[in-house]
């Protein structure tokens, strides 16, 4: 049912590929709203979260998923990907403002800081649909294929899951669902080297959606999503 186009030209096409794929990957927000270091708002018996958890630094991230693509006589190539994902980015954590703990036993208006060490991620589950269009040049034993293409990722939810150990010895965690956001669209650059049915693979996506308008509220000062794949595949037929 995904690729019912693909498989409905069949017949036209000179070779029809199927394959199953898994990747990992490097994952992180750039822009001026992402977050290098931040700070935890523990809550006590209310949940704490990060104060901004879109984190500019790498976290490792994975994924799965199925591909057909139609490859012509000349070499060009059609193909569409369908996935799920697991994305992390990490923040680091410098400081708690302890709302409510055993050290402050009230709600603390003032607010003071406890100095802290520790980190933020946000994990981000998505589904993705990528659409591409390609080349494929014949090697001695492997196939290259340039491959463009488009990342449309439609989360399914985000978590702020943060740990950070204060000076005064009580360790802060948050485990926090956002907003999620409904889509983030991401210009993608794949090289695929093919030897017999396994394939390898590695891609650069960049978002092109400024994520401020739909999940932050940091005002127009950017916050877009990079990811790192390398991934490997086993074609079907």
Known sequence: MLF????????????????VF???????????????STFINAGGSVQGYTNNPYGNKYGLSY???????????????FGIEAGYEILRSKTNIDY?????????????????????????????NY???????????NLKKVKLDILPAL?????????????ATGTN?????????LNNSPLDVRLRYNAVANYGRFVLYVSYAHGLINLDKKI??????????????????????
Do not use: C, M
């Open 4 to 19: 019912p186009l693909l498989l409905s030209t069949k017949i036209f096409a000179q070779k029809i590929e199927l394959s």
């Open 22 to 36: 898994a990747n990992t990957g490097l994952f992180h927000y750039a822009g001026n709203s992402s977050a290098g």
């Open 63 to 77: 994924g799965l998923g199925l591909k057909a693509q139609q490859v012509s006589k000349s070499g060009f190539i």
């Open 96 to 124: 708690v403002y302890p709302y409510y703990d055993t050290v402050y036993p009230w709600y603390d208006l003032t607010y003071s800081t406890v100095k802290s060490s520790g980190q933020t991620f946000l994990q981000n």
């Open 127 to 137: 589904l993705n649909f990528s659409p591409y269009l390609g080349y494929r040049f």
């Open 151 to 163: 990342d449309f990722a439609s989360n399914i939810s985000s978590y702020d899951k943060g740990k």
């Open 169 to 177: 010895g009580i360790v802060y965690e948050t485990n926090f669902k």
């Open 216 to 237: 932050a509220n940091f005002g127009p000062t950017g916050l877009k999503s990079e990811l790192l794949r390398l991934g490997l595949s086993y074609r079907l037929f």
